[in-house]
């Protein structure tokens, strides 16, 4: 069975009150993808691949732009609930979910963590900043003790919007760029945050799913690898040479050996391959980020598909990546 770890859904009673208070355009933007919100058009989807099914779990905007902080664990239940619902009621295309927080909860979200867990969330979902503010900041930390002691994953989505300029003369991001190279570099950039903040230091049970293949990551290995070993060699207004010695490990090692990531790069070759070659066997799971493809649901998934199976490698290792490394992860079977 292939578990396809990393696609979006939005639960009907949700996708109600989005459409509502949503930012400009989202109402337009979901429209478009019908099987976002409309279940039996997701089905479907998941219907014309063989021995498929999909993890669920919510895509944008991310809760901290939506809720305030008294109303961030609110808006997360009406999530998590309805995904427990679906669930229950459509394992077969369905096998498993994961719970969103909010980070700007009065405790990051982390009595929602354990609740959603213990109502059978996987794991759960944060975006690489919340509202602009770094992962690495202090207020987020009760999230990761609570999902390092939970022994649960975190799926990290990248968020980015066009309020990032490309350039500081700019106030926008002009032609989407934004979203094309963005969030590539926002997952990174997070990545490496928890790095030298020794957040992964500090919880080595930190299981922490990167989407997309970890962004720019596996092609920048030079730079994280030897670049990183001259980390201050840059800078005069601070002494960063000195991060390095408080790190337990070489900054390249907790790219390559710490973080999970997933398949889902819009059917990229060379992406793909480029992922397999950086990360662990063990740390790789498969996933296709459907449905936000041309196709509205099936291209990215059968794309990535296609690129795997023609992979040569030993039937245990793909084994692996089609559902033993996040079964692994989650302590769930799912069904074959």
Not at 108 to 134: K, S
Not at 222 to 230: E, N, S, V
Request: include cysteine; proline fraction near 7%; hydrophobic fraction near 40%.
């Amino acid at each position: 069975m292939r578990i396809d770890a990393y696609t979006h859904f939005i639960p009907a009673k949700f996708f109600d009150r989005l459409l509502q208070i949503g930012p400009p355009g989202i109402g337009k933007r979901v429209r478009e993808v019908p099987c976002i919100h409309d279940l039996d058009a997701r089905k479907k989807v998941v219907e014309q691949f063989k021995d498929y099914a999909q993890i669920l779990s919510y895509p944008q905007p991310p809760i901290e732009v939506l809720a305030k902080p008294a109303e961030a664990d609110e808006f997360c239940k009406v999530i998590n609930d309805g995904f427990a619902e679906l669930i229950e009621k459509n394992r077969a295309h369905f096998p498993g979910w994961v719970a969103q927080v909010g980070l700007n909860a009065p405790d990051a979200g982390a009595a929602e963590a354990r609740r959603a867990v213990a109502n059978g969330a996987l794991g759960v979902q944060i975006y690489t900043n919340a509202a602009g503010r770094p992962l690495d900041d202090p207020a987020f930390e009760p999230l990761f003790e609570t999902m390092s002691k939970l022994d649960k994953p975190i799926w990290l989505h990248p968020a980015r919007a066009a309020n990032f300029p490309d350039y500081l003369a700019e106030k926008k991001s002009k032609y989407e760029i934004w979203w094309t190279f963005g969030w590539s570099y926002e997952t990174a950039a997070a990545m490496a945050r928890l790095v030298f903040s020794k957040i992964m230091d500090k919880y080595p049970k930190l299981k922490i799913i990167t989407h997309h293949f970890g962004g720019i990551v596996p092609m920048l290995e030079g730079r994280i690898g030897p670049g990183w070993d001259q980390l201050g060699a840059r800078t005069s207004d601070e002494d960063l040479h000195a991060v390095l010695g408080k790190l337990k490990k070489r900054p390249l090692d907790y790219f390559k050996h710490d973080f999970y990531a997933d398949t889902a790069v819009f059917g990229g070759e060379p992406a793909t391959h480029c992922g397999l070659a950086f990360y662990d066997l063990d740390k790789i799971v498969f996933a296709s980020d459907c449905p936000f493809d041309p196709e509205k649901g099936t291209m990215y998934t059968r794309e990535t598909l296609r690129i795997l199976e023609g992979i040569d490698m030993p039937k245990a290792d793909k084994e692996k990546i089609w559902h033993g490394n996040l079964e692994r992860i989650t302590g769930v079977t799912f069904p074959s």
